[in-house]
Nanobody
Framework: VYLVESWGDLVQAGGSLNVSCEASGDTADIGAVGWYREAPGKRRELVALLRGLREGGFVDIADSVKGRFSISMDSAKNLVHLQMSPLSPEATALYLC??????????????WGQGTQVTVSS
C-alpha cells in the first residue's frame, strides 16, 4: 500500500486545517487507516485511527485532540481525511498517514506516508 498525504500548512492558532491521505496499491486488505504525528523532540503518537474496517469500523482518537480533531474516510476514492479545528501551537508536528493490511488473523503489515508538516503559530 502506498500512502500520499496532501500538503500541510502554516496556520494561526485558532484556525482550521484539513489534511488528506490517498491510498493506492493493494488496498482491499486494509484493516485500519489513519494518522500519527511527530512533534519536535517527542515520540510519534497516535492522532486518530479508523480501526476494524473489515468489520464495520470504529474510531480510535487521542484524548489530546478529542472534540477538536475528527477523521473520516471516502472508501470509493481511498481517501482518509483529518479535520483539525481549532488548532493550537501544540499541534505543530509532522503528520503521517498510516495503513495496516491484514495478512492473517495474527499478522499485519504497516505502511507509512512521507508525512505532511503542520505548523501552528501563536
Amino acid at each position: 500500500v502506498y500512502l500520499v498525504e496532501s500538503w500541510g500548512d502554516l496556520v494561526q492558532a485558532g484556525g482550521s486545517l484539513n489534511v488528506s491521505c490517498e491510498a493506492s496499491g493493494d488496498t482491499a486488505d486494509i484493516g485500519a487507516v489513519g494518522w500519527y504525528r511527530e512533534a519536535p523532540g517527542k515520540r510519534r503518537e497516535l492522532v486518530a485511527l479508523l480501526r476494524g474496517l473489515r468489520e464495520g469500523g470504529f474510531v480510535d482518537i487521542a484524548d489530546s485532540v478529542k472534540g477538536r480533531f475528527s477523521i473520516s474516510m471516502d472508501s470509493a476514492k481511498n481517501l482518509v481525511h483529518l479535520q483539525m479545528s481549532p488548532l493550537s501551537p501544540e499541534a505543530t508536528a509532522l503528520y503521517l498517514c498510516y495503513a495496516e493490511q491484514v495478512i492473517t488473523s495474527l499478522s499485519v503489515h504497516s505502511s507509512w506516508g512521507q508525512g505532511t508538516q503542520v505548523t501552528v503559530s501563536s
